[in-house]
T-cell receptor
Framework: AQSVTQLGSHVSVSEGALVLLRCNYS??????LFWYVQYPNQGLQLLLK??????LVKGINGFEAEFKKSETSFHLTKPSAHMSDAAEYFC????????????FGKGTRLHILP | DTAVSQTPKYLVTQMGNDKSIKCEQN?????MYWYKQDSKKFLKIMFS???????INETVPNRFSPKSPDKAHLNLHINSLELGDSAVYFC???????????FGPGTRLTVT
């Protein structure tokens, strides 16, 4: 069965610094991978996704993620943090389109320090 | 022109009551979902429907009953509410093709 592990339930970075949120997945077949963002008191919004093809995926708000099969990772990065990036970030995986199920990680709260 | 909408946004009720949450999507998607997010932000799927047919039914108490009158609507009815049902419930919809899902704003349910 597939699973997702997000390292660090809380990450703090200074405004303007590099953002790195870690995600490792477990899957016996090629996965579909996603990052979602949840701002306070809102629903989840898709940041980016990897399905097939180019392993470096660019998303909204300057975020990108790289699929590394050898490391079973899909870390999320942004070169320069902005105060508005403070939110909860969820990594998610799916390997089957039979039941359309996505498995979410437990989330990482990103804090931006002034 | 909200893509996925839920009502109500907040729901406060007492133990033992029955309540419903409604969800509508105007994206033309065939698949809709209900998720429960607990106080630690853990997000877990409860149900999914594809074109009014139940596809996913995770281990959820049978007090929870989803109903899909058409593919644009997926409602969640909860009987005999318990304290542990307090959570934020999210509706989502998707195409199923690459599993990208669009989430509603959530319904915060508080059972007292």
């Amino acid at each position: 069965a597939q699973s997702v592990t997000q390292l660090g339930s809380h990450v703090s970075v200074s405004e303007g610094a590099l953002v790195l949120l870690r995600c490792n997945y477990s899957s016996s077949v090629p996965p579909y991978l996603f990052w979602y963002v949840q701002y306070p008191n809102q629903g989840l919004q898709l940041l980016l996704k990897y399905t097939t093809g180019a392993t470096l995926v660019k998303g909204i708000n300057g975020f990108e993620a790289e699929f590394k099969k050898s490391e079973t990772s899909f870390h999320l990065t942004k070169p320069s943090a902005h105060m508005s990036d403070a939110a909860e970030y969820f990594c998610a995986v799916s390997v089957s389109n039979r039941d359309d199920k996505i498995i979410f990680g437990k989330g990482t709260r990103l804090h931006i320090l002034p | 022109d909200t893509a996925v909408s839920q009502t109500p946004k907040y729901l406060v009720t007492q133990m033992g009551n029955d309540k419903s949450i409604k969800c509508e999507q105007n994206l033309g998607h065939d698949t809709m979902y209900w998720y429960k997010q607990d106080s630690k932000k853990f997000l877990k799927i409860m149900f999914s429907y594809n074109n009014k047919e139940l596809i996913i039914n995770e281990t959820v108490p049978n007090r929870f009953s989803p109903k899909s009158p058409d593919k644009a609507h997926l409602n969640l009815h909860i009987n005999s509410l318990e304290l542990g049902d307090s959570a934020v419930y999210f509706c989502a919809s998707g195409t199923g093709a690459i599993l990208e899902q669009y989430f509603g704003p959530g319904t915060r349910l508080t059972v007292t």
